[in-house]
């Protein structure tokens, strides 16, 4: 007889140990269906995070190009800039020159 009862809780142990399996498991595959919803929001959030920052260096790229060229637009007028200067101060060099040889005669 008392093998029967040890048998028997053994068996009432196993049997709310399968229960609790059983509970366990639903949950967890509760908490998979949640994390798949998650996993498919992120996704899409890291889709929508691609797409601006390819339009981003889309902009960049545009913005480097233009600096770039406006770069090189200040220093041609910085070169016009100094070649008119020295050309002013040759012109004033030649009209006090001018002015001087016309004050000698």
């Given at each position: 007889m008392k093998i029967l009862e040890?048998?028997?809780?053994?068996?009432?142990?196993?049997?709310?140990?399968?229960?609790?399996?059983?509970?366990?498991?639903?949950?967890?595959?509760?908490?998979?269906?949640?994390?798949?919803?998650?996993?498919t929001l992120v996704k899409a959030e890291n889709s929508k995070f691609a797409e601006d920052n390819a339009e981003l260096i889309t902009k960049l790229n545009s913005l480097e190009s233009l600096t770039q060229k406006d770069n090189k637009q200040l220093r041609d007028l910085n070169e016009e800039k100094s070649l008119a200067k020295l050309v002013v101060d040759d012109l004033i060099k030649s009209i006090d020159a001018l002015i001087e040889r016309e004050n000698e005669q």
């Open positions: 040890v048998l028997e809780d053994r068996v009432n142990r196993l049997i709310n140990m399968s229960v609790d399996f059983a509970k366990k498991n639903k949950d967890l595959e509760k908490n998979i269906d949640v994390l798949k919803e998650e996993l």
